[in-house]
């Protein structure tokens, strides 16, 4: 790993705790934060985004824009949960369980949705 790289997920990291005690420790619980919190990483964002759409040209039917905003409704509902829990419990106990909560959903998801499985019994031997 470069030391570019090294930084970058150190820093990555540091902004993920920092934003999770700010959460945290927010005055005012729940839907201002998260609307604050959405807000900014869409100005933050915004010009990657036009750079990528001007660039890439990607195909925006009504699939694709129904699981943007699926998307955008899932994240609402975490966060304000998230804001919820830490209004209520510590940040010790909160964090390691919201963190867990999208692997989690994603897995039983995949088993109920998709049919998944695991790995077929060549691969799983091969990878232990």
Not at 34 to 46: D, N
Not at 87 to 98: C, E, K, N, R
Not at 102 to 128: H, K, M, V, W, Y
Request: with cysteine; glycine share 10%; proline share 6%.
């Amino acid at each position: 790993m470069t030391s570019f790289a090294r930084a970058l997920v150190l820093a990555a990291a540091v902004f993920h705790a920092t934003w999770n005690l700010f959460a945290k420790r927010v005055e005012d619980r729940g839907a201002p934060f998260v609307w604050l919190f959405g807000a900014l990483s869409a100005i933050i964002y915004a010009p990657l985004a036009v750079v990528v759409v001007l660039y890439e040209r990607p195909h925006f039917g009504p699939a694709e824009i129904l699981f943007m905003c699926g998307s955008g409704v899932l994240h609402l509902g975490y966060f304000l949960l998230l804001q919820r829990g830490y209004a209520t419990g510590d940040l010790s106990l909160i964090y390691p369980l919201s963190r867990g909560t999208g692997p989690l959903l994603s897995t039983a998801a995949a088993i109920a949705l998709l049919g998944e499985r695991g790995l077929p019994p060549s691969r799983s031997a091969a990878s232990s």
